[in-house]
């Protein structure tokens, strides 16, 4: 509603003030000032007719109307154990189905020509030392592996 038709429903309404409705009364059109009288004939029949009238209980009625109006989501039942054990049924069924799919060599001892590398030699002198050494596939290569010594100290050379 812009400022126009706000100033004119105050005007029909009779909420201006008598200069400032004289003012606005200038400035209407010869045909908007002939609603006036039709519109004060409305109002007051709509004063006679329509009366309000307090209810009792006001906050009781809304919460109804509220309640009534507001969507409920359907009420799920809960499943069934049967069920349950059946969906886990279901998917152990899928992921063994999937496993032996996917990885059809996991149930196959390896070939030992399939290594990539192989054991040269493996002893230690001290209990909880152990040392590897492994060979790699070129055969030009060598991996130390030790476990239970954090490094070799650059002083110790290792046969």
């Known amino acids: 509603m812009d400022r126009f038709e706000h100033d004119y429903n105050r005007w029909l309404?009779?909420?201006?003030?008598?200069?400032?409705?004289?003012?606005?009364?200038?400035?209407?059109?010869?045909?908007?000032?002939?609603?006036?009288?039709?519109?004060?004939?409305?109002?007051?029949?709509?004063?006679?007719?329509?009366?309000s009238e307090t209810v009792p209980h006001a906050d009781f009625l809304v919460s109804n109307v509220l309640a009534s109006?507001?969507?409920?989501?359907?009420?799920?039942?809960?499943?069934?154990?049967?069920?349950?054990?059946?969906?886990?049924a279901a998917c152990l069924a899928m992921a063994?189905?999937?496993?032996?799919?996917?990885?059809?060599?996991?149930?196959?001892?390896?070939?030992r020509d399939s290594f990539v590398s192989r054991v040269l030699k493996a002893e230690a002198m001290a209990p909880g030392l152990a040392v590897?050494?492994?060979?790699?596939?070129?055969?030009?290569?060598?991996?130390i592996w030790t476990e239970g010594v954090p490094a070799i100290p650059a002083a110790r050379k290792v046969q």
């Open 13 to 51: 309404d009779g909420m201006m003030e008598a200069d400032e409705a004289e003012a606005f009364e200038k400035s209407l059109p010869p045909d908007l000032l002939d609603d006036k009288p039709a519109w004060s004939g409305v109002s007051g029949a709509l004063a006679r007719v329509a009366k």
């Open 69 to 88: 109006i507001t969507p409920t989501a359907p009420r799920r039942s809960a499943p069934s154990l049967f069920g349950l054990v059946w969906a886990g």
């Open 96 to 111: 063994a189905g999937l496993a032996a799919w996917w990885l059809p060599n996991v149930y196959q001892a390896p070939a």
């Open 132 to 143: 590897y050494t492994f060979q790699g596939p070129d055969e030009r290569s060598a991996i």
